[in-house]
């Protein structure tokens, strides 16, 4: 019964509300078309593989692959988080050092 009462409030939920200035700050920052460059391989779970084969044409941006929308949300990453990375690397080398 509470199970069921769970899964009544869970569908009932509303999506969050999206600003056009969100909406149009995400396009901008991973929407765009490019290239890659120079390319090398790496290993995702075929879940997202499937997912993003899927949700990149749904965006419905002329030009956009999935190698440059995950380029681009990775770039994004490693700039948003570069001080922490760089802390993180910084406690590593001094690990390997010992």
Same mark, same amino acid.
């Given at each position: +019964?509470? !199970? ?9 939920? %509303?999506?969050? !509300?999206?600003?056009? $200035?969100? !909406? ?15 390319? %090398?391989?790496?290993?995702v ?8 084969? +899927? ?9 956009l692959?999935i190698?440059?929308?995950?380029? /681009? ?5 490693? %700039? ?6 760089? !802390?993180? +690397?910084? $406690?590593? %080398?001094k $690990?390997? /050092?010992?």
């Amino acid at each position: +019964m509470a !199970t069921e009462n769970n899964n009544a409030a869970a569908t009932n939920k %509303k999506s969050p !509300t999206v600003s056009a $200035k969100e !909406t149009d700050s995400y396009r901008s920052l991973f929407l765009e078309p490019g290239e890659v460059g120079a390319r %090398k391989g790496i290993f995702v779970p075929r879940e997202l593989v499937d997912r993003l084969k +899927m949700t990149v044409p749904l965006l419905d941006v002329e030009g956009l692959t999935i190698g440059v929308y995950v380029t /681009r949300i990775l770039l994004d990453h490693l %700039k948003g988080n570069a001080d922490i990375l760089n !802390t993180l +690397m910084e $406690k590593g %080398k001094k $690990k390997t /050092r010992l």
